[in-house]
Each structure stands twice: as structure tokens, then as C-alpha cells.
């Protein structure tokens, strides 16, 4: 799930909100605590590689983006809600 926000204009944030979820832990930990069958499981239904090379970046290596967005409700309002369907790793 990603969003489309407003920014609030928090003078206290400097007028800043995060970017993203953020990552729960490194991508050397990622590597080593998930599998291809994790990330493959994680990913289903989005377009995106589901190889080796990008198991660092699979959903669960990253801080759960609902309670991110909570934890920032007065820095943004979101207008638009959008579902993940294409993911390019370079």
C-alpha cells in the first residue's frame, strides 16, 4: 500500500514528513533471515522480480507502513490510498 498525502503544513516537523516505511533492520539481516519462498509469498499478486538479488527489499524488511502513517497524522493527510501492482528494482 502506498499513499498520496497533503502536507499539513507542521511548522514543528520544519513542514517534513517521512518519505516511507523505513526498514525494521539492515539488508545484510534481510538476506539472512528470509527466503526466496518468503519474499515470492510476500509479493504475490505484484509485478516485480522474485530472485536472490532482491530478497533485501522484500515487504517484511521494512516498518509496517499503516503505523507509520498514524504515528504522522498531524504532518499530512492522506488524499489517496493506492495498491502496490508493479515493483522495478534496478
Known amino acids: 500500500r502506498s499513499y498520496i498525502v497533503r502536507g499539513l503544513g507542521n511548522a514543528e516537523s520544519f513542514q517534513s514528513c517521512s518519505h516511507g516505511a523505513g526498514r525494521t533492520m539492515s539488508r545484510s539481516e534481510a538476506k539472512r533471515r528470509f527466503t526466496l519462498a518468503d519474499h515470492a509469498a510476500a509479493t504475490e499478486g505484484v509485478e516485480c522480480r522474485k530472485d ?16 507509520v502513517m ?9 488524499e489517496h490510498t493506492l495498491k502496490q501492482v508493479v515493483c522495478v528494482k534496478g
Not at 53 to 67: C, F, L, M, N, S
Not at 70 to 78: G, M, P
Open 52 to 67: 536472490q538479488g532482491v530478497i533485501d527489499e522484500t515487504p517484511a524488511a521494512y516498518k509496517d507502513i499503516d503505523a
Open 70 to 78: 498514524a504515528a504522522q497524522r498531524d504532518l499530512v493527510a492522506v
